[in-house]
T-cell receptor, first 112, second 112 residues
Framework: GNSVTQMEGPVTLSEEAFLTINCTYTATGYPSLFWYVQYPGEGLQLLLK?????DKGSNKGFEATYRKETTSFHLEKGSVQVSDSAVYFC???????????FGTGTRLTIIP | NAGVTQTPKFRILKIGQSMTLQCTQD?????MYWYRQDPGMGLKLIYY???????DKGEVPNGYNVSRSTTEDFPLRLELAAPSQTSVYFC???????????FGDGTRLSIL
């Protein structure tokens, strides 16, 4: 079956630091990959997505590249801000599977 | 453009009471989902639906019921509320295969 393994948190960084949150997956076929963000007290919002190998998803300065050879979809940002403090979830969906498979989430805190 | 609307936003129940959490979408998506998120944890799938009249169990269906009489609405029913059902409940929808899910803002439920 499908599974997503996500970097354990919590992660604390200083403002303007470089961010990487690791995500690896196991899936049959060619899944679509997503990063969701959850700000305190809110629901999940789609941050970025990639639907095929070597695609790069990007949004709000965040990027992630779909690496089929390493089955990874790591989230990166070059310079984080306090407003990026949130919980980040990696997820995948595969053709013929109605459900989304989530990672456990990584809590990110950015300190000024 | 409302997207996914959940009501109520907050609710406190007594043990043994029942209630219905409402979820309505205006995106004409066939797929709808109910998740629960316990404090500091990831999401667990309760029930999902692939279209009007069709529902299926997720990971944690015990203590809950759903129905899907229309494309727009997917209510979640709690019978005989228990303290273990204290959680934040999220409804989500999805359009085509391998597209992202869209989440509502959640219902925060406490059972005392």
């Amino acid at each position: 079956g499908n599974s997503v393994t996500q970097m354990e948190g919590p992660v604390t960084l200083s403002e303007e630091a470089f961010l990487t949150i690791n995500c690896t997956y196991t899936a049959t076929g060619y899944p679509s990959l997503f990063w969701y963000v959850q700000y305190p007290g809110e629901g999940l919002q789609l941050l970025l997505k990639a639907t095929k190998a070597d695609d790069k998803g990007s949004n709000k300065g965040f990027e992630a590249t779909y690496r089929k050879e390493t089955t990874s979809f790591h989230l990166e940002k070059g310079s984080v801000q306090v407003s990026d403090s949130a919980v980040y979830f990696c997820a995948l969906s595969s053709f013929g599977n109605e459900k989304l498979t989530f990672g456990t989430g990584t809590r990110l805190t950015i300190i000024p | 453009n409302a997207g996914v609307t959940q009501t109520p936003k907050f609710r406190i129940l007594k043990i043994g009471q029942s209630m219905t959490l409402q979820c309505t979408q205006d995106m004409n998506h066939n797929y709808m989902y109910w998740y629960r998120q316990d404090p500091g944890m990831g999401l667990k799938l309760i029930y999902y639906s692939v279209g009007a009249g069709i529902t299926d169990k997720g990971e944690v269906p015990n203590g809950y019921n759903v129905s899907r009489s229309t494309t727009e609405d997917f209510p979640l029913r709690l019978e005989l509320a228990a303290p273990s059902q204290t959680s934040v409940y999220f409804c989500a929808t999805r359009g085509a295969t391998n597209q992202p899910q869209h989440f509502g803002d959640g219902t925060r439920l406490s059972i005392l």
